[in-house]
């Protein structure tokens, strides 16, 4: 196959994950699911708020992916889109068979966490940098999302002995000491990401924790070793990210932004959902998708 087939058929695999996210707007407007959410609609609105978010990160990736250099820096988008899959699974409580509470209360926790963060980032920032008013709508946010946080109750429980989530050994799970709105001084509702990927790890037997250490920006840094390889009279320069590399970073990323969009989708449309599955599943079939993995398209001189 000549070197512009592979880049061709390559990019065909990544517009076909793209389009996974075109397949579900197509599938909420036609039945009926287009109508507009209410911040305080929880957890609707915080999903469909994390869940554009995620798929942002999962679009720019992709995009890098289409490009054998920029596909170097892909996993650098990674990283978001399972801090995505983490919280969205986090609120609908997949990580775990005896969730704290119920969904609609863990959105609010942790809805109201973010909006804590983001306040004081916005606090703790150069005042010139802040634009006029910024201060005082932070303010309004964390006050909106308090009342909602009231509203519903916290589901947090004060003696470890009765915190339902267990570990193995039987002591109440790491979510406890990390519980989202009682980081009331030091909010950071993204602590929450790895004790909930590596209970998503065991529970859906797929490595999350493993990607979640392969897209970290430490990791990043070294990527310049990947990035250098050895020319055929033995000095070093910069090479483009392998097929099998790109690969990996597309089924990667497919497998946590389309397990949270599935995840969403369930609640409100069952067949919806597995419409969804089905087309995600096609994906993994792909010929050329199964070639790449077996290194026959990095092996061969176009
Ligand atoms: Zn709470
Ligand atoms: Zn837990």
């Known amino acids: ?8 058929r390559f990019g065909e695999l990544v517009v076909h994950a793209v389009d996974m996210g075109h397949l579900y707007d197509h599938l909420m407007q036609s039945r009926g699911h287009n109508q507009p959410v209410a911040r305080d609609d929880m957890p609707d609105a915080l999903l469909t708020e994390i869940l554009h978010l995620t798929r942002l990160q999962f679009e720019a990736l992709c995009h890098d992916l289409t490009d054998p250099w920029l596909s170097h820096a892909a996993t650098t988008h990674l990283r978001p889109v399972l801090e995505g899959m983490a919280q969205i699974g986090f609120i609908l409580g997949h990580e775990t068979s005896t969730p704290v509470g119920t969904s609609q209360q863990r959105a609010a926790c942790l ?49 470890p002995a009765a915190w339902p989530c267990k570990e193995t050994h039987g002591g109440p799970c790491r979510h406890r000491e990390l519980w989202p709105c009682k980081r009331v ?41 990947r990035m250098m390889g050895v020319t055929e009279d033995g000095t070093n ?66």
């Open 1 to 8: 196959m000549a070197s512009e087939d592979r880049e061709q």
């Open 111 to 159: 809805a109201l966490a973010r909006a804590r963060e983001t306040h004081r980032a916005m606090v703790a920032a150069n005042p010139r940098s802040v634009p006029d008013g910024n201060l005082e709508e932070g303010r309004r946010q964390v006050r909106t999302f308090e009342q909602i946080h009231d509203r519903v109750g916290c589901p947090y429980v004060e003696d």
């Open 185 to 225: 001084t030091k909010p950071a509702p993204r602590l929450l990401s790895s004790p909930t990927l590596l209970r998503l790890s065991a529970t859906m037997s797929f490595p999350f924790t493993d990607l979640e250490q392969a897209s970290s920006l430490v990791i990043h840094q070294s990527l310049i070793d």
């Open 237 to 302: 320069a910069l090479r483009n990210a392998t097929y099998k590399e790109r690969a990996l970073a597309l089924a990667m990323a497919l497998s946590a932004y389309g397990g949270c969009l599935g995840w969403v989708t369930e609640t409100v449309d069952m067949p919806a959902a597995g419409a969804l599955g089905r087309y995600a599943s096609d994906t993994w079939k792909r010929q050329d998708l199964a070639e790449i993995m077996a290194d026959e398209w990095d092996r061969s001189d176009g």
